[in-house]
């Protein structure tokens, strides 16, 4: 259509004192921004393509490009903000569903960064943690109540007793996942992302000591090699799972929702299934990948118990079984019912979770914030008695390793990174993996991109974050005089809101900044 | 490479071609590193007629890798150079051609199998190779390759 109704988001500055015509810009860019005019040795660039990955700018050897968001020059209103304007003439445009990609980026209140860290003064001694052992393996699945000796009976309030791994002189416990740092990779399929971005999850999560997420996409038969460090994921769609699949997990975790779209299930177009998707996946070559929104042989939490009791017996009881859910409006009792159906971990995904493709409408609209989903989450199980039962884990946007161990002091027993590991990798957050033309070589199956991810890199890269991360975790654990991450589990004592309402506060169960016992 | 590369424990650069984007950065660092300013605008604004890159980025379609002088063991360019500009260092395992002696017959670029040496026609006529930067620790291709697709280490490792 000729008629142009909105404009580019980007403008793209070329300093042609600089540019040297070496068409790095021209090569990378899957968008095709820049072409070169080889008449007078000049490239020129057309923004209205431009999707914000800035590529061509972090490639460019001079420094010459320049991608600046670009302010649209719609009347002010604030009602009709440029945004709804943009959508509207994209939807008269197209008349379909808006979709996107990522985590949601409506300026909803972010919680962590309204909620201050303690720290040790005077009454009891800050710890260093270079100096002095500080402990933040985790562990993740069923605890006892308290400690239990085999031949002692079940404590009071166990569920049941089965699948327990019995030791001699040791407690008591269900199979548990071993985790090295409280931050394990979120589900991320095979298909979603390129072989090249799971080699590098798998292979930084097994070098480290933690775990990857298969998401629904199967376990491609390369990366069977790193099966003790990896979640195998069971979605609505099935995709991928077998018996052997079950077995070779760390765990299993069975998906109901993902916080970037509650509701909806998955599409994986036809044409990003290739042969190795495909085999991977279990589905033919070509044909669309669905997830039905719902599981069709889950409709209430007693099918739930019976999917979780059927993998655990697939599996001899020998591993944790979790649910992942988003975190809807009444998540507290969805995981009491959870984990009284035998889970061994939640996984909540919060609001701003991300995703591969979803309709914008759903992920900037449907949801809570994941702050206030561990902290009723963690109440309502305390307050139950039955919080020992699963292991909270929490993800939606954990940004940085203050916001990891603000969740976990929120009650979280470890937290899952998708956005941050793929930031790591060189995502830009450009929003646009449903096109598969990710200039970045993860959200992609096409072959020309998938190889600018080198999984050696992106496995250095990923790792130098856990380390970072659990470095600072460190810090923080040692200046407020703890030195074990389980010391610090929902001891809501060490937060304070800044600029909360009450109501606020009361649901995070913490208290203002200024506010002492 | 001609003869077997563990015949010489020398620095070489390998190359992954599974992770070669073609973006032929290593040959715009190539240009600039033989460049008279090394400097990278004033090398392209003002020198670029005087400089070839000596690695060239081979592609069909997705297939990319980047292609320099491997420096062979029983190198054939030596062999057939008629002036012995074309000469492999003992020492070093590095093979270069001084310019001084090039009198531009290229037998070298005839005997050569990987296509490695190109005519440098701007002033004297005379063979362009690769020099593995011998003033460099790392080779600026290796060094400036965005995805580590080119490897610069031990021929046995």
Same mark, same amino acid.
């Given at each position: 259509m000729a008629l142009k109704l909105y404009q580019s988001e980007f403008s793209i500055e070329r300093d042609v004192e600089k540019c040297i015509s070496c068409q790095v810009c021209v090569r990378q860019c899957s968008n095709d921004v820049h072409e070169y005019i080889s008449e007078n040795d000049t490239i020129i660039s057309d923004s209205m393509k431009c999707v914000g990955c800035h590529r061509c700018e972090s490639m460019c050897p001079t420094g010459a490009i320049r991608i600046e968001e670009r302010e649209p020059h719609f009347k002010t209103n604030y009602n009709w903000s440029s945004g709804h304007l943009k959508n509207i003439y994209r939807q008269a445009d197209a008349g379909g569903v808006l979709l996107t990609g990522m985590g949601s980026d409506k300026p909803y209140p972010v919680y962590w960064d309204h909620i201050l860290f303690n720290a040790s003064q005077v009454t009891n001694p800050s710890i260093d943690p270079l100096r002095e052992p500080m402990e933040i393996k985790t562990f993740i699945g069923r605890k006892s109540v308290q400690q239990q000796y085999p031949g002692c009976g079940p404590g009071p309030g166990e569920i049941r007793d089965t699948g327990k791994k019995k030791e001699k002189n040791g407690p008591v416990v269900g199979p548990q996942l071993e985790l090295s740092t409280p931050v394990l990779f979120s589900a991320m399929s095979y298909g979603s992302i390129s072989f090249n971005a799971c080699r590098a999850l798998a292979e930084a999560a097994s070098e480290f000591g933690t775990c990857y997420n298969t998401g629904e996409g199967g376990l491609h038969r390369d990366l069977y090699g790193y099966a003790p460090n990896t979640i195998v994921q069971v979605a609505s769609g099935r995709f991928g799972v077998d018996r052997q699949y079950l077995n070779m997990g760390a765990a299993i975790e069975i998906k109901i929702g993902q916080g970037a779209k509650p509701g909806i299930g998955g599409h994986l177009p036809g044409e990003k299934v290739t042969e190795d998707v495909s085999i991977t996946r279990m589905i033919?070559?070509?044909s669309d990948a669905i997830s039905p929104a719902p599981h069709h042989d889950i409709y209430s939490i007693e099918d739930l118990a019976q999917l979780i009791y059927a993998l655990k017996e697939a599996t001899g009881w020998s591993k944790p079984v979790g649910v992942k859910v988003s975190?809807?409006?009444? /998540?507290a009792p969805i995981a009491s019912g959870i984990v009284r159906a035998g889970a061994d971990f939640i996984t909540i995904d919060g609001l701003r979770g991300g995703t591969g493709a979803a309709p914008q409408v759903t992920r900037d609209n449907v949801g809570i914030p994941i702050e206030l989903a561990i902290a009723s989450v963690d109440e309502r199980l305390r307050e139950e008695g039955i919080r020992h039962f699963a292991s909270i884990l929490a993800a939606g946007s954990i940004r940085s390793s203050s916001d990891v161990i603000k969740a976990i002091a929120l009650g979280a027993d470890a937290v899952n990174i998708g956005t941050a590991a793929l930031v790591a990798m060189g995502c830009h957050l450009c929003q646009k993996c449903y096109t598969g033309k990710c200039n970045w070589g993860i959200a992609t199956q096409d072959p020309y991109l998938t190889k600018r991810l080198n999984p050696e890199v992106g496995k250095r890269r990923l790792l130098n974050l856990l380390r970072a991360w659990s470095l600072e975790i460190k810090e923080l654990l040692g200046g407020a005089g703890i030195n074990a991450i389980e010391s610090l589990r929902g001891n809501r004592e060490h937060l304070r809101g800044i600029g909360l309402s009450e109501k606020e506060l009361s649901i995070l169960g913490i208290k203002h900044a200024g506010e002492t016992w | 490479m001609r003869g077997k590369p563990g015949d010489e424990a020398m620095k070489r650069i390998f190359i992954k071609e599974e992770y070669c984007?073609? !973006?032929?950065l290593c040959e715009i660092y190539c240009q600039v590193k033989h460049s008279k300013s090394k400097k990278i605008i004033k090398a392209f604004k003002e020198e670029l007629v005087d400089v070839l890159p000596r690695v060239l980025v081979e592609e069909i379609g997705h297939n990319a890798f980047a292609i320099q002088c491997r420096h062979c063991v029983d190198a054939p360019c030596v062999a057939a150079c008629i002036s012995g500009a074309m000469q492999k260092n003992k020492n070093t395992g590095v093979v270069t051609c001084d310019e001084e002696k090039c009198v531009g017959c290229w037998s070298c670029i005839m005997a050569c199998p990987y296509g490695a040496i190109k005519r440098d026609l701007v002033g004297r006529k005379i063979a362009s190779k690769c020099?593995? !930067? *011998?003033? *460099?620790? /790392?080779?600026v291709c290796v060094k400036n390759c965005p995805n580590e697709a080119l490897e610069f280490r031990d021929t046995g490792e």
């Open positions: 033919p070559m070509g975190a809807v409006h009444n /998540i | 984007l073609g !973006c032929r020099d593995l !930067c *011998e003033d *460099e620790d /790392i080779p």
